[in-house]
Each structure stands twice: as C-alpha cells, then as structure tokens.
C-alpha cells in the first residue's frame, strides 16, 4: 500500500465476528483496489452465509448483556469509540482515500461527520423515557417503556463508507441492540477500522459485528431471513432496497430503507444567483456526485438561465480532477468502471438529443474511472438524465417559465429523499416548502445532512429517519404496560 498510516493495526483483512478477527471458511479472499489507480491496497477474506449465521448468533449473545446496561454505561463505551475515531480521523481518512477516491480532505470531513452520530447517540442513549398515560380505567394504569427491538442487521454502500455505518450503528447501540454490518465489498477497510476502534474503546465482543464478503445475496440471505434479526437498516439502491423489503416480509422485520434520489434543485429568478451557484457547487459536486442528495436535476427560470448557466460553467471550470491525495484535488474518481460508463452513456445520450457541454462532458485524461466536471445546457425532461440518478460530476441544467410547472417537473419522479430551491420570496419559500414531494428541503442551502436533523425520504426513496432525535425510535419497540387491580 502506497500510504503509510500512524496506527497500521487500523488495515485489517479478516472480518470481525463476536470479538474476534475471522477468516473465511471457504479459503477465499478478493482484492481491494484503489479506484484512483487500480493500485491492489489488500486481499480480504470473503465471507458467506454460514459466517453470517454465526455472526448473527453472536450478536444473540451479546445483546443480552449490552440491554441490561444502564444507558449511561453504553453511552460511556460509544464516548470512548467516537473519541478513538477523532484521534484517528487521518489515518481513517487515509483509509478511505484509497479504497473509496474521495479527496483527503473530503474524507477527513466524512470521518468528522461519521463520529457525531457517535456522540449524538450516546447523548440520546440516555432520553429514551416512557409515558404515564391518564387511565381509562379507576382501577387501571397505563404505562409504556421502550426497549430495544433486538439484533440489528446493517447493509451499507460504498459511497460514505464511515458515515453510513456510524448512522446505523450509533442509534442501535444506544438503544441496546447488537448489530451485524455487511459494508460494500467495494470499502471494506473503513468498517473493519471502525470494528477495530470498537474493540479499542471496550464495546463489549458481539455487540458489533462485521461481515465483509462479495456475496451479497448470501450474506443478504441470512440478515433478512434469520428470525433473530428484528430490524434491517439498509442504504443503497431502489432496486437492491425492494428487494431486500420483500425478503424481510417472510418474518415481519423492521426495516427502515435509504434508497436512491433524484433531487431537484430549483432556481427562481428571485434567487440570489451567486449563492444558488455556490449551493449547487457544494451539493452536486461533493463526492464526485456520488451521493444519494447529490442535485440531480437543475431546474433554472428562463430569466436567469443563462447567466446561472454561465456562472455555475465558471466555477465548475475551477475543480481540480486528480488522485484523493494530490495537492488542490477537488474531485476524484468514480467508484467502478460500471459507474464511468454510466455517466458517459446519460450525458452522450443528452448531447445526441440536443444538449451542450458549456464545461467538461467527457471523460478525464487523468485517469481510467474520472469524469470532467461538467454543466450540460438544454437539457430537457424527455431525455434519459431527467429520470436517472447520475451518481457522477455532471449538472444538467432544465429551463421552466413558472413556479407551478418547476413544482410538477420536481414531484415527476418516483424518488422522494433531497430537494433543494432558491427563492428571495417567503411566501414563494412556504408555498414550495410545502408542494415538494421530498423528506428534505434545502432552502438557500445546498448542504443540509447533520446529526441533529432527520435524514430519509419519501416515496420509493425508502422509510425511515437517521440521525436526530427520531433516529433511535426506529431501534426500539415501545411495550404497552397495563397494571390492573389497584
Ligand atoms: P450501490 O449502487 O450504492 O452499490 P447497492 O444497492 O447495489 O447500491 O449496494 C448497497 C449495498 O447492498 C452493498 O453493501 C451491496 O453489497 C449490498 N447488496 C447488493 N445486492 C444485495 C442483495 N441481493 N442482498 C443483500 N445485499 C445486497
């Protein structure tokens, strides 16, 4: 591996079961490499079902205990693990950069983030109160209390490896539960880093399980079927997302679904310009545009158009395309080659149909999976990109006349997670607020996620809040006492 990290014990190969660094029963390994360069960083060892059985049997074990601790106890644990994580924040990062791309400092950003899930949900370990509810009966009285819903099975994407997990496991560890993570086989190494700084900070064995293999319908398999696990939180894509809900039915669990989006991000001529441009720079090209709230399709009034057009192609033009380590680099590479062709399949089939590249459209000379960082004009509602979430640096640019016709443009998808519009206007600014079919809305804000606010979507953009206080309801069952007699 090219990059040297402080604490080498953070690069782990072997996944972690029960307390313990396990290898694979079948003898298999895959490669991890950089997608920058296709530099091979370590082979991993695959696991498969039956590992995942154990490591569900395992997290059985451990929730007994870790349930019957005082809040306070857990969140003192979880203050040790988020604390461990800052003081490695580099080397994590480091981690990141080169199974992921994402720049160095984007990465350092991610692992910040990643951590105040950690910390917000040791401070919520502590509120998770019942009710006394007035009687309706003399003799009766009426109580709930919350408990945790039991193991928890995470299934989490490659685009914010840290991230992604830490908002699943932050809530369920605070509520009780015992968790089993299945990360992308495409960033494993930021998982295992995390289990190892679990294992630092004295999370107990089996609470915090980690199951790395290329199988994913195998592992899958398990998670969803095996009637110990009471909740699947899954982040990724619709189609992976509906299959994994119908798998869950077959024993009732809880699941709560993050699935893809297809943000709108509206420009009014009452906008400020200059702050719609730097919103739309921080929310579509972030990551290289691989986030699920990534600006997907930008929806700008004919009277400012083209001097939107004009500014955003500016700034757009200022992105520096190279390796997550190199000085000034903004924006590294896509995930996979699948992801590269994807990209250049919507914007070549956008330019066929009319559309123009004011900036970048093609692919990077830079290397085999960048892609420029592009502005398409002209785009209109008919082509490919509208319906399509890009997941790559490419802002198409749709013109409308009125508020009525961008509101309909926006809701015409199934998807439903991120939103974002420019107004000067607050009645315009309450009346859009309100019409947009979306679980979020940034209003004069291009970046909204945070822990202390409630991050999910509608529609078949999935079910269920991470982060804030509603993010831990989703880890608890609420258990109705009736105490009769009195
Ligand atoms: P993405 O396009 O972001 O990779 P996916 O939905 O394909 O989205 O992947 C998200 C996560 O779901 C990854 O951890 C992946 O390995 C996992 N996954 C993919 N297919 C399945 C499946 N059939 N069963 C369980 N997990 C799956």
Request: net charge negative.
């Amino acid at each position: 591996m090219s990059v040297q990290l402080t604490q080498p014990a953070l690069l782990k190969s072997h996944s972690y079961i029960g307390g313990e660094w396990v290898s694979s029963a079948s003898g298999k390994t895959f490669a991890i490499t950089n997608p920058s360069n296709g530099e091979h960083l370590i082979d991993v060892q695959d696991l498969g079902a039956q590992e995942t059985t154990q490591a569900v049997e395992a997290a059985a074990i451990a929730q007994k205990d870790w349930q019957s601790r005082t809040a306070k106890e857990r969140a003192t644990l979880m203050r040790r693990w988020n604390q461990l994580i800052l003081e490695n924040q580099d080397d994590l990062a480091a981690l990141m950069t080169l199974e992921q791309g994402k720049p160095f400092a984007e990465a350092k950003g991610e692992v910040l983030y990643g951590a105040s899930f950690i910390d917000w949900f040791a401070d919520e370990a502590r509120r998770l109160n019942g009710d006394t509810i007035p009687t309706f009966a003399k003799d009766k009285r009426v109580l709930t209390i919350k408990q945790p819903i039991g193991v928890v099975a995470a299934i989490t994407p490659w685009n914010f490896p840290i991230a992604m997990i830490t908002r699943k496991a932050g809530p369920a560890l605070a509520a009780g539960c015992a968790i089993v993570i299945k990360p992308s086989d495409e960033t494993p190494l930021c998982a295992l880093a995390l289990a190892e700084l679990a294992h630092q900070a004295g999370i107990p064995a089996g609470v915090l399980n980690v199951v790395v293999g290329r199988d994913a319908k195998a592992i899958g398999g398990v998670l969803t079927g095996h009637p110990t696990v009471r909740k699947l939180s899954f982040t990724g894509s619709t189609t992976v997302g509906k299959l994994l809900l119908s798998q869950c039915a077959q024993t009732v669990k809880r699941t709560s679904m993050e699935l893809g989006g297809n943000a709108p991000f509206i420009v009014f001529d009452d906008a400020d310009l200059d702050a719609a441009v730097e919103g739309a720079i921080a929310s579509k090209y972030r990551n290289a545009g691989q986030t699920c709230v990534c600006a997907n399709r930008l929806l700008i009034q004919e009277g400012v158009y083209d001097a939107f057009a004009e500014k955003l192609a500016k700034r757009v033009a200022e992105f520096k395309t190279g390796d997550g380590f190199s000085e000034g680099v903004t924006i590294g590479p896509l995930i996979n080659n699948a992801a590269i062709g994807k990209v250049e399949q919507l914007v070549s089939d956008a330019v066929q149909q009319g559309a123009k590249a004011l900036v970048g459209g093609t692919k990077s000379d830079v290397g085999e999976r960048f892609f420029e960082p592009t502005v398409l004009t002209g785009v209109t509602d008919d082509m490919d990109i509208f319906s399509n979430e890009i997941f790559g640096p490419v802002a198409p640019l749709f013109k409308f006349k009125t508020e009525e016709e961008a509101v309909a443009m926006a809701n015409n998808t199934p998807f439903g997670l991120a939103s974002y519009f420019y107004s000067q206007n607050i009645a315009r600014i309450w009346r859009v607020s309100e019409a947009l079919e979306y679980g979020m809305v940034g209003i004069n804000e291009g970046i909204i996620s945070s822990e202390v606010a409630p991050f999910g979507g509608v529609k078949e953009s999935g079910s269920g809040r991470e982060g804030s206080q509603y993010g831990i309801d989703e880890y608890v069952e609420i258990k109705y006492l009736c105490m009769g007699g009195l």
